[in-house]
């Protein structure tokens, strides 16, 4: 039975904010936010032990990017993953998450 998804590494291949750099929140879909990072095209974030656990029904697990607007006081969403308990023993895995020009790739494992 999976326990966790282990976030490993969130990669910047396109930004939208035209100062060069995307402040980014990382949050649980439906939850609140865990990371607030500001990245530069092809930058890469490493979470440090950033474990998020699956619930007794094993539920797959959303994890959200949003872009966030400091002047404006407002976050536009870029995008959300899934991860699923079945990719358990499977090694890492990449998805892309994107929207409106923004593009970054979420790295994670599922112990």
Do not use: C
Not at 65 to 82: F, M, N
């Amino acid at each position: 039975m999976a326990t966790y998804a282990k976030l490993l590494w969130l990669e910047a291949k396109a930004i939208r904010d035209p100062d060069g750099a995307d402040e980014i929140a990382v949050s649980r879909q439906g939850g609140v936010v865990f990371e607030q990072i500001r990245l530069r095209k092809n930058e890469v974030f490493t979470f440090d032990n950033r474990l998020l656990p699956f619930g007794p029904d094993q539920a797959p697990i959303g994890v959200v990017l949003t872009e966030v607007d400091e002047a404006a006081h407002q976050g536009t969403t870029i995008g959300s993953v899934t991860i699923s308990p079945a990719e358990l023993g499977l090694g890492e895995w990449t998805q892309r998450i994107g929207n409106a020009g923004a593009l970054y790739q979420l790295t994670y494992t599922v112990i």
